[in-house]
T-cell receptor, first 114, second 111 residues
Framework: SAVISQKPSRDICQRGTSLTIQCQVD?????MFWYRQQPGQSLTLIAT?????????ESGFVIDKFPISRPNLTFSTLTVSNMSPEDSSIYLC???????????FGQGTRLTVV | GQNIDQPTEMTATEGAIVQINCTYQ??????LFWYQQHAGEAPTFLSY????GLEEKGRFSSFLSRSKGYSYLLLKELQMKDSASYLC????????????FGTGTRLQVFP
């Protein structure tokens, strides 16, 4: 199994500012995934963070709004830029286990934009 | 397109059995996952199916029919602590392992 440390666990931010969320994994993984979970809803994939190349974004998400870094095989960051109240969500990072039969999640970052 | 459907809410009684269904239509298929998520917490892994049939793990079982694009999660001997959201997710692409999640089913267990 993989242990994922995600921080901050929660934050309250002013609109127009940016927040960077960090995700640290206790083992090397090829791909890391960033999800958003809006209140009362399921998880939506934002992007796949690839080491050594640009992140791959899903429809509806763009790099300018959600820049992602992946400097090595155990770490990634997601920045939520120029925040508005609509960005208030839980953001989760995830990795797939070595057997590709299980995905592990960080504890999540609960973001509130005021 | 990608489409994964689950009932929005279900209720059941402590000690009973409940079946949560999931139907999917995805451009690819590399396995189906079930996750449990308590309010305010991250999802936790319950099961993975890639071949047709039933996988049993304690009180929880998961079934898959790839030809029908259908899965269910069966919870036996329900306990109050089973009150949670249950998320069905499909790994739609072999190369990326990214998961596409269904809408989630909120299960409430009553005494």
């Amino acid at each position: 199994s993989a242990v994922i440390s995600q921080k901050p666990s929660r934050d309250i931010c002013q609109r127009g500012t940016s927040l960077t969320i960090q995700c640290q994994v206790d083992s090397q993984v090829t791909m890391m995934f960033w999800y958003r979970q809006q209140p009362g809803q399921s998880l939506t994939l934002i992007a796949t963070a690839n080491q050594g190349s640009e992140a791959t974004y899903e429809s509806g998400f763009v790099i300018d709004k959600f820049p992602i870094s992946r400097p090595n095989l155990t770490f990634s960051t997601l920045t939520v830029s120029n925040m508005s109240p609509e960005d208030s969500s839980i953001y989760l990072c995830s990795v797939v286990g070595s057997a590709n039969t299980e995905a592990f999640f960080g504890q999540g970052t609960r973001l509130t934009v005021v | 397109g990608q489409n994964i459907d689950q009932p929005t809410e279900m209720t059941a009684t402590e000690g009973a059995i409940v079946q949560i269904n999931c139907t999917y239509q995805t451009s690819g298929f590399n396995g189906l996952f079930w996750y449990q998520q308590h309010a305010g917490e991250a999802p936790t892994f319950l099961s993975y199916n890639v071949l047709d049939g039933l996988e049993e793990k304690g009180r929880f079982s998961s079934f898959l029919s790839r030809s029908k694009g259908y899965s269910y999660l069966l919870l036996k001997e329900l306990q109050m602590k089973d009150s949670a959201s249950y998320l069905c997710a499909v790994a739609g692409s072999y190369n990326t392992d990214k998961l596409i999640f269904g809408t989630g089913t909120r299960l409430q267990v009553f005494p």
